[in-house]
T-cell receptor, first 115, second 111 residues
Framework: NAGVTQTPKFQVLKTGQSMTLQCAQD?????MSWYRQDPGMGLRLIHY???????DQGEVPNGYNVSRSTTEDFPLRLLSAAPSQTSVYFC??????????????FGPGTRLTVL | KQEVTQIPAALSVPEGENLVLNCSFT??????LQWFRQDPGKGLTSLLL?????REQTSGRLNASLDKSSGRSTLYIAASQPGDSATYLC??????????FGTGTRLQVFP
């Protein structure tokens, strides 16, 4: 298993540009999510999905869009990048529910700088 | 709204010491609590997961306890080593399947 993969690893954007951060998992997990990590603020949930075709907002959704057309993929779109979106972005996946196998698996992260 | 706090924010200890990292949460209605390790510039690696019905979990030199009623968890690291240097994060999962993270404890173990 490759686990959770993210591309790209690094990205520099200019204000106003758009881009898509890719996330894929090969563990057949229902639950996928996107977090951003900023110094002193921990990880904050942006959007999440409990299955193909189902997405919902997290704590900091403004400026980001997601879709979930397949179980495996959960891309995050920045519509018009702003310097406040400079951060490290992590994708995670897990099974749903209260079972003992619902450990969250994280990707290696994408480091985004918006100038 | 669930809030997760980790104390201390940073810790520096000599090799060989036993140490305790603390995590507290405001809403005791959780499904589970996870401890993660994050190395600089890397993603998160799950260390231990404690279900709400459990009191502790152990893996090697790591032991995590959970007291749901008081909203506390501790991560005990025995005989610390320089390779344990990393940031340790706790996260709680509630009924919505969302994980709420603390801001982490940055640990440095020096030889």
């Amino acid at each position: 298993n490759a686990g959770v993969t993210q591309t790209p690893k690094f990205q520099v954007l200019k204000t106003g540009q758009s881009m898509t951060l890719q996330c894929a998992q090969d563990m057949n997990h229902e639950y996928m999510s996107w977090y951003r990590q900023d110094p002193g603020m921990g990880l904050r949930l942006i959007h999440y999905s409990v299955g193909a075709g189902i997405t919902d907002q997290g704590e900091v959704p403004n400026g980001y869009n997601v879709s979930r057309s397949t179980t495996e993929d959960f891309p995050l779109r920045l519509l018009s990048a702003a310097p406040s979106q400079t951060s490290v972005y992590f994708c995670a996946s897990s099974y749903i529910g209260t079972s003992s196998v619902d450990t969250q698996y994280f990707g290696p992260g994408t480091r985004l700088t918006v100038l | 709204k669930q809030e997760v706090t980790q104390i201390p924010a940073a810790l520096s200890v000599p090799e060989g010491e036993n140490l305790v990292l603390n995590c507290s949460f405001t809403d005791s209605a959780i499904y589970n609590l996870q401890w993660f390790r994050q190395d600089p510039g890397k993603g998160l690696t799950s260390l231990l997961l404690i279900q709400s019905s459990q009191r502790e979990q152990t893996s090697g030199r790591l032991n995590a306890s959970l007291d749901k009623s008081s909203g506390r968890s501790t991560l005990y690291i025995a005989a610390s080593q320089p390779g344990d240097s990393a940031t340790y994060l706790c996260a709680v999962k509630g009924a919505t399947d969302k994980l709420i993270f603390g801001t982490g404890t940055r640990l440095q173990v020096f030889p």
